[in-house]
């Protein structure tokens, strides 16, 4: 059984589009795992941590026979192949890829929780994915992707990147 889900990719030091690219690559080539579409990337200011470099951030919509905790396994081991190091909670990194949605499941365990505990107040997350599902009624809540989207905070932080369309590197229909 194939799922969709969605996926937060985030970069902030080095070759960050480089990043992006090079785990949008090992997400394709991993089995159990198809990509669908691609949000536009967007420049956009740090949260929590803010003393840090500008993110550059999209999602990524996939299916997936994998399981959630397979998935999360997958993406772990992506962020470990690019020199991703979990020094300061918020804080810079080559990349970083959360699991936003998996269909409508709700799960709450130590390691994985899903939907995304704080997708619902970060607008560079809630942006980009409002590109691709934004009538998606997100589990837990009453609202769409596109509600939620319009009342969150952060809005003037995410700074589209117009020149950039990984969805066309990729050979996928994304914005």
């Excluded at 985030?10 to 089995?31: E, F, I, M, V, W």
């Excluded at 949260?47 to 905790?69: C, D, K, R, Y």
């Excluded at 994915?129 to 596109?146: A, D, K, M, S, Y």
Aim: proline share 6%.
């Amino acid at each position: 059984m194939r799922e969709a889900a969605y996926l937060a990719l985030g970069s902030n030091l080095g070759d960050r589009l480089g990043y992006l690219r090079h785990a949008l690559q090992r997400l394709k080539d991993t089995p159990g795992i198809r990509l669908c579409n691609l949000s536009s990337v967007y420049e956009t200011d740090p949260v929590g941590f803010v003393e840090q470099a500008t993110f550059l951030n999209m999602v990524a919509a996939i299916e997936t026979s994998l399981s959630p905790h397979e998935l999360l396994k997958a993406t772990q081991r992506i962020e470990l192949t690019l020199y991703r190091r979990r020094n300061i909670r918020w804080g810079p990194r080559t990349l970083d890829i959360d699991i936003l949605l998996y269909g409508n499941l709700k799960l709450k365990e130590q390691q994985l929780t899903v939907p995304h505990p704080r997708m619902v107040e970060r607008a560079f997350v809630l942006i980009p994915l409002c590109e691709l599902v934004p009538n998606f009624v997100i589990p837990g809540t009453r609202e769409t992707v596109q509600e939620r989207m319009e009342h969150v905070e952060g809005k003037e932080g995410v700074q589209l990147c117009p020149t950039i369309s990984l969805a066309a590197e990729f050979g996928l229909t994304g914005s």
